[in-house]
C-alpha cells in the first residue's frame, strides 16, 4: 500500500510540476462523502481480529476518504466495537459508535467479515468487546487513520490506557448486522 500510494504520489507530483496549482481537497456535490485527495480509486484494507494471539494485525492503518475497512475474524470469538481515545475498551458514548457483535468462529475464520467505510479523516479507535480473558486490555485495541501529528493520542498511550481499564464493556446497542457480511474470502490464510 505504501509503495502504491509513494509512486501515485511521484506520478502526481510530476503532473503539479507541469500543471497550475490542482484544486485538491474540495468538497463533492451531491455525493455523500468528501473528495479523495489522491485521485486514487477507493480500496478494501483487511485487518484480522486474533492473529498473533490477542491483536488486530495490522492495527494502525491509514485510510483515504472512500475506502473500506474489512475486519476478519480468527478463533475464538472476537468482535471490534468503537471506542473515544480518552475511554478505551468501552463503545462510544453517543451510542452510535459501530459494533460487529460477537463473531465466533472454532478454526478457520469466521463465516461473516465486518466493514466500515471511511467517511473523513477523524481517527477511529476500537477495540475487541471480548470480556471473557479481557481482550482489550491485553492489547486488542486498534486505530484507523492516527493523528500522528499528535504527540498524546497514538496508539500506544491507547492501549497503555486500556491495560489500566478493569473490564470491558459490551454495546448494549443492537446494530450487529450494519457491515456484517458474508465472509468474501473464508479460506484466505493470514
Ligand atoms: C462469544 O462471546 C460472547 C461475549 O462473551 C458470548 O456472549 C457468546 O456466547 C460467545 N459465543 C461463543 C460461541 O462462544
Ligand atoms: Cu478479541
Known amino acids: 500500500m505504501f509503495a502504491k500510494t509513494a509512486s501515485i504520489v511521484t506520478l502526481l507530483a510530476a503532473v503539479a510540476s507541469a500543471m497550475p496549482a490542482a484544486n485538491a481537497g474540495t468538497a463533492t456535490t451531491g455525493g455523500k462523502l468528501a473528495s479523495r485527495t489522491n485521485g486514487d480509486p477507493a480500496i478494501t484494507h483487511t485487518v484480522v481480529a486474533g492473529l498473533g494471539g490477542l491483536h488486530f494485525d495490522p492495527d494502525n492503518v491509514v485510510a483515504e476518504i472512500g475506502d473500506v475497512i474489512e475486519w476478519h475474524f480468527l478463533p475464538a470469538n472476537h468482535s471490534v466495537a468503537q471506542s473515544s481515545f480518552g475511554a478505551p475498551c468501552k463503545p462510544l458514548n453517543t451510542g452510535n459508535g459501530f459494533f460487529s ?90
Do not use: R
Not at 101 to 116: C, E
Not at 133 to 151: K, L, P, R, T
Not at 176 to 186: H, K
Open 101 to 190: 457483535g460477537f463473531q465466533p468462529t472454532p478454526s478457520g475464520q469466521a463465516p461473516d467479515v465486518f466493514q466500515i467505510t471511511i467517511e473523513d479523516t477523524n481517527p477511529i479507535w476500537y477495540y475487541c468487546a471480548q470480556t471473557k480473558g479481557d481482550h482489550c486490555q491485553a492489547g486488542m485495541a486498534g486505530v484507523i487513520n492516527q493523528n500522528f501529528n499528535s504527540a498524546t493520542n497514538t496508539l500506544a498511550a491507547y492501549k497503555a490506557a486500556a491495560a489500566l481499564t478493569g473490564t470491558s464493556e459490551i454495546p448494549a446497542w443492537v446494530n450487529p448486522l450494519e457491515g456484517v457480511i458474508a465472509n468474501p474470502n473464508p479460506l484466505g490464510g493470514f
